[in-house]
């Protein structure tokens, strides 16, 4: 069964540090090998808070990108992240995240539904020819730092 002084050793470690809670929703178990990833839920958390208080700065009758937002947060390759972010949009009526669209000028995904997306957009002014924003001039570039 082991070396009984290891054994008490690992205790001692254990008492001091013990592992993760296997029912803790942040750690995850995967792969042959049984690796433990953690993952911070305050972290996932701010990072949606942040995409959506961006979001909620953008005018009526404005659009942006994915990429746009994941510049203003300082994350240029979090376009992607971004997107999933605003798919989990807690409020999107009240959060415009309408107004986000692919870095193509295509207007993209909408929880609701891509035609509700396009409704909204052109009810606020925007102009849409086959599904791509017609306009550059309607984008809406943050400021740096938010």
């Known amino acids: 069964m082991g070396d009984p002084q290891t054994?008490?050793?690992?205790?001692?470690?254990?008492r001091r540090?013990?592992?993760?809670?296997p029912v803790d929703p942040s750690i995850s178990i995967i792969g042959p090998?049984?690796?433990l990833i953690y993952t911070s839920i305050?972290?996932?958390?701010?990072?949606?808070?942040?995409?959506?208080?961006?979001?909620?700065?953008?005018?009526?009758?404005?659009?942006?990108?994915?990429?746009?937002?994941?510049r203003a947060m300082g994350r240029p390759k979090a376009a992607r992240a971004v997107g999933l972010a605003l798919s989990r949009n807690p409020r999107p009526g009240e959060i415009?995240?309408?107004r986000v669209i692919r870095e193509d000028g295509t207007i993209g995904g909408y929880v609701l539904g891509k035609k509700l997306k396009e409704r909204m957009l052109?009810?606020?002014?925007?102009?849409?020819?086959g599904g791509r924003?017609?306009?550059r001039g309607c984008i809406f570039r943050f400021r740096r730092g938010g």
């Open 7 to 14: 054994a008490l050793s690992a205790r001692a470690i254990l």
């Open 17 to 21: 540090a013990p592992p993760p809670s």
């Open 133 to 135: 924003i017609e306009s």
């Open 33 to 35: 090998h049984q690796i």
């Open 42 to 70: 305050i972290s996932i958390v701010s990072f949606q808070e942040e995409v959506l208080r961006l979001v909620s700065k953008i005018p009526r009758g404005m659009v942006t990108t994915y990429g746009e937002i994941a």
């Open 122 to 129: 052109r009810d606020e002014g925007v102009r849409i020819r």
């Open 96 to 98: 415009p995240c309408h």
